[in-house]
């Protein structure tokens, strides 16, 4: 089968990681498979296999995401049997792209944002739309009136499956290098800096804990909204106590050093983040937003906050660093089986190749 992957553009994104391991994946599995953006270069550009080929638009970075010159053209000369839109920008030329005898454009809702105009247009338009959750398949079927036969429910793929590789030794390591003893809870959040992941609403919750409780704050990630979240951090008095990590290609390591994972995004479909957090064992505790209870077992290893209820975050917050190890152990195993079982990556791109290939069959 010859599979196009369209991404407008390889930042370090949750959905780029997900376009990057199912174009390898696919191009592992034997299928001719393209992963073609729109901006050329990007953080994730290096993580792509060689059997996959590469393909951008823009002749040099222009810096528009939405900027995809030659599209049309340039799938009409590839003539790909499928052709998979990831991302907000792919899906809003994704309905353009859906011709009665070209080839099967997937559209895919990966985004708790409201939709523009080409986009909601490309869900109408498209032979099929993959929904990441199940919260994410209402809000197309309720909210956006797409039938509910045209869409199929896909978890993303854990991209860094926790491995034994990791134990006790990188653990300690890693919390050694952050200044973080024993005693330390470490809290989490690994997400690109943008307004709609709140690190800021994190910074707040934190600064509010128990004075005489031990704590650390690891914040991954780079983005427009570090920079303010430093700031008021400093504001704060808090530099000490929360270290701004920075882009992390691979971030098993931080995950194996950390406690509790921690997350206050107000968009969301399905978060990559709490499913990987999951997978290496972390419980975790996050505000309200589509598909957050998909990621964990609510109650069991994972606690769900009414938004902007900063009280009931931190209280929720402060009964997981005081469980006992016996609990939090439990807790550890609970989640990684949740992970396995729900976000395998061969399961996901096994059901993705099923759908490209019943799809095609309908003609």
Sequence with gaps: MKILVVQDYLRSGGTERQSVLLANAFAAAGHETTLLTFRPGGALAGTVSSKVRRHSLQPFDCGLDWFAPGLARFVHRLSPDVVLCMGRMANCHAGSLSRATGPVVIATMRTGKSLPYLFRRSLHRCRHV?????????????????A????????????????????????????????????????????MFRPEKNQRELIEVVAGLPAGKRWQLWLAGDGPARAECERLVAARGLMSQIKFLGFQKDPSALLAGADIAVHASQSEALSNFLIEAQAHGL?????????????????????????????????TLLARMNDPLPVR??????????????????????????LFERQAEQG
């Design 148 to 191: 509910a036969a045209r869409v199929s429910v896909i978890h993303n793929s854990l991209v860094f499956p926790a491995t034994t590789a990791a134990g006790a030794t990188t653990r300690a390591a890693i919390r050694a290098a952050h200044g973080a003893s024993a005693d330390t809870s470490v809290l989490i959040c690994v997400a």
């Design 329 to 354: 152990a439990r807790q550890a195993a609970a989640a990684q089986a949740y992970a396995r079982d729900t976000f395998d990556p061969a399961r996901q791109v096994a059901a993705y190749l099923e």
């Design 130 to 146: 993959v929904a990441n959750s199940a919260e994410a398949r209402d809000t197309l079927t309720r909210t956006y009136g797409v």
């Design 283 to 315: 419980p975790f505790v996050a505000s309200e937003a589509q598909g957050v209870r998909e990621c964990g077992r609510p109650d069991e290893t994972a606690w769900v906050i009414s938004r902007h209820d900063r009280d009931a975050f931190r209280q």
